[in-house]
């Protein structure tokens, strides 16, 4: 080994934090924490081998993290280093709204026909449904029918729990493979899985303002969503939403719209310069985050921000100090109260 290179393997993503880093497999959805001292040792295995690093760097302490990279398979031994490229970090998809959020109430379930219409246009892969209005089988049968030739692969469903429980949903996922999950908020329910792990009742309401939690659980560990997010904003790249007044937007719990579905066509705010602007907020240009180690695995919320008048400033519903490396409950945090106030969280927060 001591004559030869060691390299990372491509698909093992190194990101530095303020205070540790992390290695991101790509392949296997693995995160692993190391101190940032990882990062001069691999900066200089790129054009040294084994045996010339012993000169710069402890030989013991070098001989560990070499071993570690090793045994956790992140690394490998090599005598010609270039012949093994670097995975691109480009970030690109055919279509022009990836994915859609549509609010289904009293006002807009009359033109939920011109809304998917527009969205086959627009060539949307994924749209989530938000229902807040009462809703019957035979609507959500030919809403999903209405889909089915249409580059769309999957719609999610999030509801408040009814009288006919799961039943409703599980008849549409016995007749639509394009139905991926669905999740039913109910005050009185614990968390749990019914049909497969795909509908989930879990406790709590249907509320826009539930948007935007920051939670290690959510991490996610893959190819599309590290070069996404090195590239364009995590959650609102390529993303049109609709609330339950009708108005588009970028997402349903932002205050500014760009029109109403009765009057404006989709494909027109979707080519609006200032609709695009967010899509471009990137983890490396936000407060706090371009300093996280975790920053390429995490979402992004633009609509709830620890300073409103700031559009780079950090999500206010995260609770991880990059500086400490420690989680906190983020509505505790006294120096993030006004922003609460601001957006009319008292009551969600307390429940």
Known sequence: MKNKYIKLFASCKLVQGYSRSTICDLERGAILTLPNDI?????????????????IYDKEVLGEYLQFLINNELAFCTDEPDSFPEI??????????????IAISEYTKGSIDQITNDLKKLHCRFIELRIHDT??????????????????????????YSANGTAMYEILMSKHAILGFVVLFDKAESNSYKDNNRILVAK???????????????????LPTHNLSVNYNSCLYQKIAIDTEGNIKNCPSMAKSYGNIR?????????????????????????????????HVCTDCRTYIENPEDQYAAPLKCG?????????????????QQAIEYYGMEDLVKR
């Open 39 to 55: 990062v001069g040792i691999l900066d200089d295995a790129k054009s040294n081998t084994v045996n010339a690093m012993e000169v």
């Open 263 to 295: 009057d404006t066509k989709l494909i027109d705010v979707v080519n609006n310069l200032d609709f695009q602007k967010v899509w471009h907020i990137k983890k490396d240009e936000i407060t706090k985050c371009k300093d996280c180690e975790f920053r």
């Open 320 to 336: 991880y100090n990059p500086y400490t490396c420690e989680w906190e409950e983020w509505s505790a945090n006294p120096l993030k």
């Open 135 to 160: 809703v019957d089988v035979d609507y959500l049968d030919k809403l999903l029918n209405a889909l089915k030739e249409s580059p769309v692969q999957n719609v999610s469903i999030y509801s408040n």
């Open 88 to 101: 691109s970090t480009e970030y690109f998809t055919p279509t022009i709204i990836h994915n859609s959020v």
């Open 204 to 222: 709590g309401t249907l509320d826009d303002k539930n948007c935007g939690m920051i939670d290690a659980i959510n991490f996610t560990s893959n």
